[in-house]
């Protein structure tokens, strides 16, 4: 049974219902309770939001981070709790707008004691241990900690899994990522340049790729499992970004061709944590589009005069690529970052609309471990804001992709007291492994996108290895799903007083910060679903073919109960085009994209043939250049108009559950492309794959949603074409 986030003591009452009643005929709520054998620790073990193998022992007693929601009294009603049941407390907690955060040590189960106390709880963490003070140790004592690690990390014996980096090489020999890295998984374009990673670049990312939190790995006295290898192509071999000699479509293509040819069958995230320096990504460029045609399943054919990428409609195999956004150059941080930020744009080939393109935010605020040359300094970025180091599209024309998808843990900067300098300081980056060269030391720290990106692939591998069946379209749609925006972004984007200026920040933001937890099953007070198929788009005329109409196995008796009870409707549609890269003419209506999705809503006075009758119409106004999906309503978060730049588009309804209830299905359709014109392309026979996720949210859902959803979960999907 699924007990909702916050509805502990609303399954307390009907328990101590079900023990009064007992002794009659037909007790209180027995269908639901009859056939419970044991309650156990289930309900805090639900709380917990970070890696499951972090998780303690039920009776180990360890620093916990807690969630309380903000309530009047809630501190001293828990710490009455932590009191009569030997719960130590933290004296430091920081309040945010709907929680409050403090540290407890304590066990599991002392926190299970009372089934009404877990109401206060909203999410169990470990607590965040800084490390990168580790980097700056001794090299012997740095070496116990990598013994440490090493005794307790488990390698992945799935062979068939890998994030794959595309970067300066991986250091052969360094302790930590020996286990997950073979000889024959290590490529490098040119055998001049050998295998031995010249630059470091490779080697810091690899681990954060292979371990995700390595400060977290390093810290923690669990196990650690990993799920996935790695595999590593040499792409560069000198110090900076790409060199302009290099056509790095081809390099890229070359890359992949010697990963699959030396493992054919393997599943893996391509990890590109290298951009052309100072080269925008508002159009597509050569690279750009070698990327997108590499993700929609392009073959490569490398001969020694070139690389061509081959169009095969019948052996496609799609590839998901994981590509940084470019960072902020050192001489050009400011006080004002956020300006900053906005004034540098994304860099090629991060505009490629196929690719997971990953910004950077910060929660790296404390200065504790600081050098001593940075006494006074203070963090630069607040907690939660974007990275001082990440680039945006905010300046790109409206026209353009909506990048980056996501954010992730980019570090931050320090500002002295005057707040006229800035600069880099260990204390507030990523720790990850270094380079062991002249200097034995195995760990090291790296800001900026860099990090972000190898975090996010191995965060898109973590969901491979949980759903082995997933598409890569299907992973990038979870992994975006699952993004959401913290405090100082949400505030920024509620500020926004129309949608044009909302999707300006969703430039630098992107969807937010995305989580593993909620990217691999459902989220507190959450229920996702998850649609993988194929559609025909065109028509052999090229008219516009099918549309795929899904029914929501949505409560609507339930939803119609909870009246005006708050929900949020999050929808992500994630697909592959075969990108047109000409620039003549590229930013016409469907010049570059084979194709366009979008997805509609069924509106609260619909029927289902109304329904179908606006789509229709819709899709006919959108050919001819009109914009009818506006009129929509303003309680999507970018709207329809806003939210279709790329072939990612992903929104967010906010409305009641008595409206929810009334729309209960979601449409899928085409809106033309290249190939829509193209007598080239056998339309008749064109097929592509798009993944849909939706979801429901609510902090205040009662249980009985959850247990009728659970009734209808075998409902097929309908599709209408």
Request: glycine residues 6%; contains cysteine; proline residues 4%.
């Amino acid at each position: 049974m699924f007990l909702p986030d916050g509805k502990a003591s609303y399954f307390q009452r009907r328990l101590n219902q079900y023990r009064d009643t007992l002794q009659e005929d037909a007790p209180r709520h027995r269908a639901l309770l009859d056939t419970i054998d044991e309650i156990s620790l289930a309900t805090v073990h639900a709380l917990w939001t970070d890696r499951i193998d972090d998780r303690p022992g039920d009776d180990e007693v360890v620093w916990l981070e807690l969630w309380l929601r903000r309530r009047p009294g809630e501190l001293d009603r828990f710490a009455d709790f932590a009191e009569a049941t030997s719960v130590q407390l933290s004296l430091a907690t920081i309040r945010f707008r709907d929680r409050l955060v403090l540290n407890a040590r304590c066990s599991l189960r002392q926190l299970s004691v009372t089934l009404n106390s877990i109401d206060e709880m909203a999410e169990i963490r470990r607590p965040a241990t800084p490390m990168a003070w580790l980097a700056s140790e001794q090299a012997f004592e740095q070496r116990d900690w990598v013994d440490d690690l090493l005794s307790r990390t488990q390698a992945a014996t799935d062979e068939e899994l890998a994030v794959a980096l595309l970067d300066s090489g991986v250091q052969f020999g360094h302790p930590l990522l020996n286990h997950s890295l073979r000889a024959s998984d290590a490529h490098t374009l040119h055998q001049a340049w050998g295998l031995h990673d010249a630059i470091g670049h490779g080697t810091t990312m690899a681990g954060i790729a292979l371990y995700g939190d390595v400060a977290a790995a390093a810290a923690t006295t669990s196990t650690v499992r990993l799920r996935h290898r790695l595999e590593s192509v040499k792409i560069l071999n000198q110090v900076g970004h790409a060199q302009a000699s290099e056509v790095y479509g081809a390099v890229t293509a070359n890359a992949v061709a010697r990963l699959e040819t030396q493992a054919p069958t393997r599943r893996r995230v391509f990890s590109l944590a290298t951009t052309a320096e100072d080269v925008s990504g508002e159009r597509p460029t050569a690279w750009s589009a070698a990327i997108d045609a590499l993700a929609v399943g392009a073959a490569v054919d490398v001969t020694a005069t070139g690389v061509t990428l081959l169009d095969d409609r019948n052996d496609r195999a799609p590839r998901l690529f994981v590509v940084s956004a470019g960072n902020v150059r050192s001489h050009h941080l400011t006080p004002n970052h956020l300006d900053v930020s906005d004034l540098r744009p994304i860099e090629d080939p991060a505009q490629a609309w196929n690719a997971l393109t990953v910004g950077a935010y910060t929660e790296s605020v404390d200065m504790q471990h600081a050098p001593a040359a940075f006494h006074g300094y203070t963090a630069l970025a607040a907690h939660g804001e974007l990275s001082p180091f990440s680039r945006t599209s905010t300046t790109w024309p409206a026209v353009s992709v909506l990048k980056p998808d996501i954010v992730m843990e980019g570090g931050n900067a320090a500002i002295d007291a005057t707040g006229s300098t800035v600069d880099h300081c260990a204390a507030l980056e990523t720790l990850t492994t270094r380079r062991m060269d002249a200097v034995a030391a195995p760990f090291t720290t790296v800001a900026g996108t860099s990090p972000a990106t190898a975090a996010a692939a191995h965060l898109a591998a973590a969901v491979m290895a949980e759903y082995p069946q997933l598409w890569p379209e299907t992973v990038r749609a979870l992994v975006v799903q699952s993004a959401r925006w913290t405090g100082p972004m949400s505030k920024q984007i509620a500020s926004a007083t129309t949608k044009q200026a909302k999707t300006s920040l969703l430039r630098r933001y992107g969807m937010g910060v995305p989580s593993l937890v909620r990217a691999t099953r459902s989220a507190s007070d959450s229920l996702t679903l998850v649609v993988q198929q194929h559609i025909s788009p065109f028509s052999a005329d090229g008219r516009l073919r099918e549309m795929h109409r899904h029914r929501l196995p949505w409560p609507v008796q339930v939803l119609q109960s909870l009246g005006a009870t708050e929900v949020d409707l999050r929808v992500t549609l994630s697909y592959f085009i075969e990108p047109n890269p000409s620039r003549r003419g590229w930013q016409g209506r469907y010049g570059y994209a084979s194709h366009g999705l979008r997805f509609d809503v069924r509106r609260p006075t619909e029927t289902s043939e109304e329904m179908n009758q606006r789509l229709n119409k819709l899709a006919d106004d959108l050919e001819s250049g009109g914009n009818s999906a506006a009129s929509d309503g303003p309680q999507w978060v970018l709207g329809s108009t806003q939210r279709v730049r790329g072939s990612l588009h992903s929104d967010v309804w906010r409305g009641s559950a008595a409206e929810l209830a009334s729309r209960g299905e979601i449409a899928v359709f085409p809106v033309g492309g290249w190939t829509k014109e193209a007598k080239s392309v056998d339309r008749e026979e064109l097929k592509v794959r798009y993944a849909l996720i939706v979801s429901i949210e609510s902090a205040e859902i009662d249980l009985d949603l959850w247990a009728d959803v659970a009734a209808q979960i075998n409902v097929p999907i309908e599709v209408t074409l």
